[in-house]
């Protein structure tokens, strides 16, 4: 079980921002409503969002909670006497939500292509059915992954990032793009890992906490790519799975010495034929020893890192300069229009929009 030193007075992590008094309904439900940090700017869209949410009224508080969410939280228990006060900073690609529970609360979370990361900050907080992680551990619901929680008095961040910029990060990374991004699981990569999460986060939180970031729209705008990039180094995923393998002392070197053999020679012709002889392997050792460790074979590899190489050159090309045709057969891929179909598949836009931005 997750336990923290719990304050039970509520605290405002993001209080520098000024917070509209919460307003209830004659039925006991209790709104949000947003409140801009800069009247004198309202001319000009607000960078960040801010709302407030607090109740102890229990339907106004199934209600919120099914709301606010997508996938909604389903409360299965609701303990006698529950509050909750809940206060939302939102851009256009993230929310963070700074969430105080006062009593004992068991709360189902779904989860669909958005990730959801809950922060402990203090009191008690489980994830049901699992074995028990450090105290400051962040809990993942990611797709696939939905999470049983129970609370007991516990203050707590909820960040929820959207699909779309994960995949932007990745694919800005040093390594080929998967297919999918998934995650393997909730138990993070290393405590290094951790580390860099709560720092990203506390910076966030900060920057958001200033008034000054409601009229700061690249400030904003960066917060998300930045959590988005501590998450995936938090955890394991699809992302990061061919890094933590090629790093494990137990992988056979015959694998790390074919991983680096495609990447030094992906601009050349290249063939099963030739990765084996250069590992001093039968090509079925090598179809073999790709399929079982990365999941793949060696020619769907081979083209994963030479779409990778071609992005990052689409990246840094210039219009003028260069075309999309050349850059395709550069990397070996002779038909432009299959390369535009593959690319777009992995990208998610024709090579020709990157060449232009």
Request: glycine share 6%.
């Amino acid at each position: 079980m997750t336990r923290l030193t719990v304050n039970p007075a509520p605290e405002v992590l993001i209080g520098a921002a000024e917070w509209l008094p919460e307003t209830v309904d004659g039925d006991g439900r209790a709104s949000r409503r947003p409140q801009d940090c800069c009247p004198d700017e309202q001319q000009v869209p607000a960078a960040v969002g801010y709302a407030q949410f607090r109740t102890s009224h229990p339907d106004a508080m199934r209600r919120f909670f099914a709301g606010a969410y997508a996938p909604g939280w389903g409360i299965n228990r609701l303990g006698k006497g529950a509050a909750v006060t809940h206060r939302r900073c939102e851009t256009r690609s993230m929310t963070i939500d700074e969430v105080l529970i006062q009593a004992r609360i068991d709360c189902e979370i779904s989860a669909d292509e958005s990730v959801i990361v809950i922060q402990p900050r203090a009191g008690s907080l489980t994830v049901t059915g699992e074995k028990p992680l450090a105290p400051d551990f962040p809990v993942l619901v990611a797709h696939g992954m939905p999470c049983g929680l129970h609370v007991n008095t516990a203050r707590f961040d909820v960040v929820t990032i959207a699909a779309d910029v994960l995949h932007r990060v990745a694919a800005e990374g040093p390594a080929p793009l998967p297919q999918q991004i998934r995650f393997a699981g909730r138990r993070p990569r290393s405590r290094a890992a951790v580390r860099g999460w709560h720092r990203a986060l506390d910076y966030v939180t900060a920057t958001f906490a200033s008034p000054d970031t409601v009229g700061q729209p690249l400030l904003a705008a960066a917060a998300a790519p930045l959590l988005a990039t501590a998450l995936l180094e938090c955890y394991p995923s699809t992302v990061t799975a061919e890094r933590d393998l090629l790093s494990d002392p137990e992988v056979p070197e015959t694998l790390k010495d074919a991983v680096a053999y495609i990447h030094g020679h992906a601009a050349g012709d290249l063939s099963v034929n030739d990765i084996a002889a250069a590992v001093h392997l039968t090509p079925r050792a090598v179809q073999y020893l790709f399929r079982q460790q990365l999941d793949t074979t060696p020619t769907e590899y081979v083209r994963r890192v030479r779409l990778h190489c071609a992005h990052q050159d689409l990246l840094a090309g210039n219009r003028s300069q260069v075309t999309v045709t050349e850059i395709a057969q550069r990397w070996g891929f002779a038909h432009t229009g299959r390369f535009a179909v593959l690319y777009r598949q992995t990208y998610g836009q024709s090579p020709h929009t990157t060449l232009k931005q």
